[in-house]
């Protein structure tokens, strides 16, 4: 699909965000016989059972996003949630609860085929035992229209590393591409070091990207941060979301990571990501209601 | 900056057992760190240019992390345990340490700062 195609039915579905086209596959010889085009969408740091003042609407912006979602005028292949589905609680009992009302809500979702991924507030208290009875494995790849999509988990490990026996299934998963294979990898927390003393990085994610850095078209899609953000390592996009929750502050602006800045409707802190794919990429950023 | 070259960084453990160090005074060079869900007490340390100082840290509730990316510090912060971390900072300044190992609710919350003066 071209980019003004993309536009004309987001306008057409009254959704019309922001569109960011990257060189996604840059080492990609583009033929007549590569794979139709597709689209799905991202969702990322619902954070559901938060309660405080950063987000005073808490309890409707899921619901509100999917009404957005669903009203796409071209429904998306999939959805991926990219973590922290719920708010964090030491409480095993309540977690299991925002767990189990989280995927109630989304269950209304109108496209069936939905990934799940954990963030550390999801995970990193139980090392994802909770998620895994939900939701199913932390890790895991899946293939779709010649994409190869790789979902990394950063966060189980509280110490947010992806660690050496998930490093290993990678670089077993990796030999298997070729060096021009569309790759598209799906994590919670950034892989490189965004802002180390914020602890917006993965401990050993360096190690990841030097796994993938052979692959010529790989670009990575993240939340954790709360916002849209771009960045490259090398040939290696990354693109982090927005939050349904809350914003965070704009990477490195101080010393400390300050708390989430006071709620601002006018600014369009929240949303979700509608993602494009041919031989480029265009994100779409979509508001969370209709505009 | 290649930080190795400027700066003497010793880690090291003891297990503590029954009756740690907590409650005596610290010795010279010596800064005791408390970690607890979701501080560092003291969670502003002050030291001198050029002069070696020890920090050792210790949890009184569970695992948490200490971690310094100015000073390239990073250790693991376990209970009924010392470890200290012994570094000479070579420039002035006010540097932010926080825990990283994620410990609940209030863990994006656990931070604090060292201050390099001179």
Same mark, same amino acid.
């Given at each position: 699909?071209?980019?003004?195609?993309?536009?004309?039915?987001?306008?057409?579905?009254?959704?019309?965000?922001?569109?960011?086209?990257?060189?996604?596959?840059?080492?990609?010889?583009?033929?007549?016989?590569?794979?139709?085009?597709?689209?799905?969408?991202?969702?990322?740091?619902?954070?559901?059972?938060?309660?405080?003042?950063?987000?005073?609407?808490?309890?409707?912006?899921?619901?509100?996003?999917?009404?957005?979602?669903?009203?796409?005028?071209?429904?998306?292949?999939?959805?991926?949630?990219?973590?922290?589905?719920?708010?964090?609680?030491?409480?095993?009992?309540?977690?299991?609860?925002?767990?189990?009302?989280?995927?109630?809500?989304?269950?209304?979702?109108?496209?069936?085929?939905?990934?799940?991924?954990?963030?550390?507030?999801?995970?990193?208290?139980?090392?994802?035992?909770?998620?895994?009875?939900?939701?199913?494995?932390?890790?895991?790849?899946?293939?779709?229209?010649?994409?190869?999509?790789?979902?990394?988990d950063n966060v189980s490990d509280p110490g947010a590393r992806l660690g050496d026996e998930q490093l290993a299934w990678l670089a077993a998963d990796l030999k298997q591409r070729r060096p021009d294979d569309r790759i598209v990898v799906l994590t919670h927390r950034p892989l490189f070091d965004l802002v180390p003393s914020w602890d917006w990085t993965t401990a050993d994610g360096a190690k990841a990207i030097d796994l993938l850095m052979p692959y010529r078209n790989v670009v990575v899609f993240y939340g954790h941060i709360h916002q849209e953000h771009h960045h490259m390592t090398g040939h290696i996009a990354h693109h982090a979301a927005k939050s349904l929750i809350f914003p965070q502050a704009t990477p490195g602006t101080q010393p400390r990571r300050p708390p989430p800045p006071p709620f601002d409707a006018s600014l369009a802190p929240l949303g979700t990501r509608d993602v494009s794919v041919s031989s480029t990429v265009t994100m779409t950023e979509l508001p969370v209601t209709r505009t | 900056m290649n930080r190795r070259h400027l700066?003497?960084?010793?880690?090291?453990?003891?297990?503590?057992?029954?009756?740690?160090?907590?409650?005596?005074?610290?010795?010279?060079?010596?800064?005791?760190?408390?970690?607890?869900?979701?501080?560092?007490?003291?969670?502003?340390?002050?030291?001198?240019?050029?002069?070696?100082?020890?920090?050792?840290?210790?949890?009184?509730?569970? *695992?948490?992390?200490?971690?310094?990316?100015?000073?390239? *510090?990073?250790?693991?912060?376990?209970?009924?345990?010392?470890?200290?971390?012994?570094?000479?900072?070579?420039k002035a300044g006010s540097f932010v340490f926080f825990c990283d190992v994620f410990c609940g609710d209030g863990h994006e919350e656990m931070s604090g700062t060292l201050v390099v003066e001179g």
């Amino acid at each position: 699909m071209q980019n003004t195609d993309r536009r004309d039915f987001l306008k057409l579905a009254g959704l019309a965000g922001v569109t960011f086209t990257a060189g996604l596959f840059p080492g990609l010889e583009v033929s007549a016989q590569m794979a139709p085009d597709f689209h799905f969408v991202q969702i990322s740091d619902t954070h559901w059972g938060y309660k405080g003042p950063a987000n005073p609407d808490a309890e409707h912006t899921l619901e509100k996003a999917i009404v957005t979602v669903n009203g796409l005028a071209k429904k998306p292949d999939f959805i991926v949630f990219t973590g922290d589905l719920t708010h964090t609680t030491e409480d095993g009992a309540e977690r299991r609860a925002r767990m189990k009302r989280f995927k109630e809500i989304v269950s209304a979702l109108n496209v069936k085929d939905v990934r799940f991924m954990p963030g550390e507030h999801d995970a990193s208290l139980d090392k994802g035992a909770a998620f895994k009875e939900f939701f199913g494995a932390t890790h895991y790849t899946f293939d779709h229209k010649g994409v190869h999509f790789i979902a990394l988990d950063n966060v189980s490990d509280p110490g947010a590393r992806l660690g050496d026996e998930q490093l290993a299934w990678l670089a077993a998963d990796l030999k298997q591409r070729r060096p021009d294979d569309r790759i598209v990898v799906l994590t919670h927390r950034p892989l490189f070091d965004l802002v180390p003393s914020w602890d917006w990085t993965t401990a050993d994610g360096a190690k990841a990207i030097d796994l993938l850095m052979p692959y010529r078209n790989v670009v990575v899609f993240y939340g954790h941060i709360h916002q849209e953000h771009h960045h490259m390592t090398g040939h290696i996009a990354h693109h982090a979301a927005k939050s349904l929750i809350f914003p965070q502050a704009t990477p490195g602006t101080q010393p400390r990571r300050p708390p989430p800045p006071p709620f601002d409707a006018s600014l369009a802190p929240l949303g979700t990501r509608d993602v494009s794919v041919s031989s480029t990429v265009t994100m779409t950023e979509l508001p969370v209601t209709r505009t | 900056m290649n930080r190795r070259h400027l700066i003497a960084l010793l880690i090291g453990g003891s297990a503590a057992g029954g009756a740690i160090g907590l409650a005596r005074a610290a010795a010279p060079g010596e800064i005791q760190i408390m970690a607890s869900k979701f501080e560092f007490t003291p969670d502003t340390v002050k030291v001198k240019r050029g002069e070696p100082v020890t920090l050792v840290l210790t949890s009184i509730d569970r *695992i948490h992390g200490f971690k310094m990316p100015d000073f390239g *510090i990073r250790i693991d912060v376990m209970p009924d345990e010392e470890r200290r971390v012994t570094l000479t900072p070579d420039k002035a300044g006010s540097f932010v340490f926080f825990c990283d190992v994620f410990c609940g609710d209030g863990h994006e919350e656990m931070s604090g700062t060292l201050v390099v003066e001179g």
